[in-house]
């Protein structure tokens, strides 16, 4: 199971991190996402990290904001954000994928979906 964590309210500007923690099992093999979707729009990649952590990628609209990192020894994956704004507001899901040691960008690559978790950006 994945536990999403760390969202809330903040202003434009602000800076929140994001937590996801794996239970039942580790993630140390797993390849995980960060995914977000506002009210009205598709649910897209914000960032992705591989399983040994070494390589990654970030959406065009979160670059030189975003960023994300792996602790697998507390079999959890992290998504700093800063400088947030407004579209930033989403509601954002982290995702796990078992099989491969590539970083995946498309929800459908994932197998495993936490429950989700609100960021709202005040402008």
């Known amino acids: 199971q994945l536990q999403a964590s760390g969202g809330g309210l903040v202003q434009a500007g602000g800076s929140l991190r994001l937590s996801c923690v794996a239970s039942?099992?580790?993630?140390?093999?797993?390849?995980v996402g960060w995914f977000r979707q506002a009210p009205g729009k598709e649910r897209e990649i914000a960032a992705a990290i591989n399983w040994n952590g070494y390589t990654t990628y970030l959406g065009d609209s979160v670059k030189g904001r975003f960023t994300i990192s792996k602790d697998n020894s507390k079999n959890t994956v992290y998504l700093q954000m800063t400088s947030l704004e407004p579209e930033d507001t989403a509601v954002y899901y982290c995702a796990a994928r078992s099989r491969g040691t590539s970083v995946w960008s498309k929800a459908g690559e994932y197998d495993y979906w936490g429950q989700g978790t609100q960021v709202t950006v005040s402008s």
């Open positions: 039942g099992g580790s993630i140390i093999t797993y390849g």
